[in-house]
């Protein structure tokens, strides 16, 4: 409320200063303050004091001005003019009450569907076949997951677009060494550990010649759609994608091998690009390759960027599977928004390629498309995060240990969870905190990871808000008193009325700016906002009369579901009890 007659009052200064010479440094001194007799309204300021000099009238005149200048409200009942020249502000008592029992009343908690939903491309996780899930991967998981829940919730056509890497020249190696460890053993092979499988194929290939010359002949098969070697590289995606798909439903991640959209879903289209950018005289052949030079950008010599889009031996690019997937999305999709979720470095090879794919004209104007780059995840010391012996941590070890953390600390607290609910608890906290540690930061910044930061129960954490909500939860297993009428009486009942209202808003810029964090910040400040009214306003007391009561409880209610509402928008659950 405060807020809203401060936004009314600085619109009512910039009117008047179209007319007056307004001295702006007196208008830092406004001040805006709760009254003590509320026969004299709810607020009161003294602007009209500090402005009568710069409009060279006697302050009470000043207030007659700016009553009579300010914009309408409908959250404002009256004012009037007291004293020497303060405005006094009667806010409308049922305003806030009103819009909160809506709120109360909706399962979507006053956030409305989208009138006209957009099909917007999520590309998103994006992990490497024959390659462990990194910790890049899970930035771009965890990020656009959430940013892809909450676009749906707003009602938007969201296609999950996995563009995971199953294609190139390493697949000749790949396969050769597939085809080697099947003869080694009669049983079916099952692959558990890709970052050795790659590391023997690669030891192989260069020492062993015959190994090579074999890997090499396999790479051509495949690409000239030989039969075997397809069947033996779809075997490698299929192992891939099935461990990371139990990745995924560990993270509760929403992907499944439906969105799978790898660069070999591109590989037909190729060609026809290529074609089609010399054709535009986009393209031109230099030195064998076929290049698109880009004025716009430079590279270190000053020289403007060349984007080869096929090689001298004729083979392709991730560039130009990247431009065929914008003409792709557009059309197949009739996308008007496509969002990358890559890690900042990709930047320029990104904006290079959209760039000649709006030439190209694969994507005209009305169509948005934005890297919604993040940042690296730093181990304590600052530098990238990597194991004891700086190799790269396995997603799947990462989730062992937060589990096995959660585990011991539970049993430090002591905490009264039924064995039943053990594993989901853990699961649940373990989960959580290492997916909120990720989204709770602006993603364009790297960030570091800290086991005992994201696993405190104080602070900007997941455990805190599901601490938060169990409590809430809490207080109406001991009571079966029915919900009230929200009636606002005092200072911390109206903060957090404010807070809740503001829920529609934080979802709404996560949508825009595909930035959870600002729902982290928002979902945390209300759990403060609702610990300081929970101290401050009893409410299963004897002494607590029943329409307090009742009005209490509804706000309990309606924060335990906005908590709710707002962490399941993360990717986060709650628990009734921890
Ligand atoms: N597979 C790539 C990597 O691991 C990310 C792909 C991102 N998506 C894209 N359309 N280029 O870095």
């Not at 404002?76 to 806010?91: L, Q, S, Y």
């Not at 700086?390 to 953390?405: I, P, Q, Y």
């Not at 064995?419 to 989901?424: L, S, V, Y």
């Not at 929200?486 to 903060?495: L, P, Q, R, T, Y």
Request: net charge negative; aromatic share 8%.
């Amino acid at each position: 409320m405060k807020t809203h007659i401060e936004n009314l009052l600085n619109n009512c200064i910039n009117k008047l200063s179209n007319e007056y010479d307004i001295n702006k440094d007196l208008v830092k001194n406004i001040r805006i303050d709760r009254t003590k007799d509320k026969a004299h309204g709810d607020f009161a300021t003294n602007i009209a004091m500090l402005l009568a000099k710069s409009l060279k009238k006697p302050p009470r005149d000043v207030a007659t001005l700016i009553i009579d200048t300010l914009d309408k409200s409908d959250r404002i009942e009256k004012t009037e003019i007291a004293g020497p020249g303060f405005i006094n502000f009667f806010v409308k008592k049922d305003f806030i009450s009103k819009q909160l029992k809506s709120m109360l009343d909706d399962e979507r908690l006053s956030i409305k569907k989208i009138d006209a939903p957009l099909n917007i491309v999520v590309d998103y996780s994006a992990p490497n076949v024959a390659k462990e899930m990194a910790v890049h991967h899970i930035r771009s998981t965890v990020i656009g997951d959430s940013v892809v829940r909450v676009l749906e919730f707003l009602g938007h056509n969201v296609i999950r677009a996995n563009h995971v890497g199953d294609w190139g020249t390493q697949f000749g190696m790949l396969i050769a060494y597939l085809e080697r460890k099947q003869k080694e053993s009669s049983e079916d092979l099952v692959l558990s550990d890709f970052e050795a499988f790659y590391r023997e194929a690669k030891l192989c290939y260069d020492s062993d010649e015959e190994f090579a010359v074999k890997a090499r002949s396999y790479v051509v098969k495949l690409q000239g759609g030989d039969e075997y070697c397809n069947k033996m590289w779809k075997k490698l995606v299929d192992m891939t994608m099935t461990q990371n798909q139990e990745i995924y439903d560990r993270l509760d991640v929403t992907l499944s091998k439906k969105d799978i959209m790898g660069e070999s879903l591109y590989n037909d289209m190729l060609p026809t690009i290529v074609d089609d950018l010399m054709q535009k005289k986009l393209a031109v052949i230099d030195d064998g390759a076929v290049c698109v030079y880009l004025p716009q950008y430079k590279n270190k010599e000053g020289e403007p960027l060349g984007v080869i889009v096929r090689k001298q031996d004729g083979g392709y690019l991730y560039a130009t599977t990247d431009l065929a997937c914008v003409k792709y999305r557009v059309e197949k999709f009739n996308a008007n928004r496509l969002m990358y979720f890559i890690d900042s470095r990709q930047h320029q090879h990104l904006e290079a390629v959209w760039d000649i794919a709006r030439k190209a004209g694969y994507a005209d104007d009305s169509i948005v498309i934005e890297h919604d780059a993040f940042g690296m995840m730093l181990g304590k010391d600052g530098k990238p995060f990597k194991t004891r012996s700086g190799g790269t941590v396995k997603l799947k070890d990462l989730l062992d240990e937060a589990e096995s953390r959660v585990t011991k600390l539970l049993e430090e607290r002591n905490c009264n969870i039924s064995d039943a609910d053990r594993a989901n608890v853990i699961h649940n906290i373990a989960i959580g905190a290492v997916k909120y540690a990720d989204l709770s930061k602006n993603r364009l910044t790297d960030y570091i990871f800290d086991w005992d930061l994201m696993l405190s129960f104080d602070g900007n954490t997941a455990p805190y808000l599901q601490y938060a909500y169990s409590r809430i939860r809490s207080i109406f297993r001991k009571t079966n008193e029915p919900l009230g009428d929200i009636v606002i009486n005092n200072e911390a009942e109206e903060s957090l009325a404010t807070a809740l209202l503001a829920f529609p808003d934080a979802v709404d810029q996560v949508a825009q700016k595909a930035m959870p964090h600002i729902l982290c910040t928002y979902l945390f400040n209300l759990a403060g906002t609702f610990m300081h009214f929970y101290e401050a306003c009893p409410i299963l007391k004897d002494d607590v009369d029943e329409n307090t009561r009742r009005s209490r409880l509804a706000l309990c209610e309606l924060t335990s579901r906005v908590l709710k509402q707002g962490l399941g928008l993360l990717g986060i659950n709650v628990m009734e009890q921890m």
